[in-house]
């Protein structure tokens, strides 16, 4: 089993920034693959980023790119989402999960354990 815990959301103006981090713990952190996806009110959970268990491999969706990052300390057991240049549009629920399988991947179901969420309001 693998817990994991989101923190860093809130509330911030249209241009601003936020860092989320989720920490896990339990099975080894480093043999997993880490996601970030959100979920919109009446809107279906949808693919933010994912890392490599080195994190030497990233993919952002294009929605973000270029104004998110992804990153992580395997010596901290911590998987941030940078968020720059925040719109309105990227007001969610963010969800960490956690998977193992080869590479990195976009996909929901190829994750196994799901962080409990943390709200990130945008105001235009």
């Known amino acids: 089993q693998v817990q994991l815990v989101e923190s860093g959301g809130g509330l911030v103006q249209a241009g601003g920034s936020l860092r989320l981090s989720c920490a896990a713990s339990?099975?080894?952190?480093?043999?997993?693959?880490m996601g970030w996806f959100r979920q919109a009110p009446g809107k279906e959970r949808e693919f933010v980023a994912t890392?490599?268990?080195?994190?030497?491999?990233?993919y952002l969706a294009d929605s973000v790119k270029g104004r998110f990052t992804i990153s992580r300390d395997n010596a901290k057991n911590t998987v941030y989402l940078q968020m720059n240049s925040l719109k309105p549009e990227d007001t969610a629920v963010y969800y960490c999960a956690a998977g193992r399988v080869p590479g990195i991947t976009t996909q929901a179901q190829q994750y196994d354990y799901w962080g409990q969420g943390t709200q990130v309001t945008v105001s235009s």
């Open positions: 339990g099975r080894t952190f480093s043999n997993y693959i």
């Open positions: 890392i490599s268990w080195s994190g030497g491999r990233t």
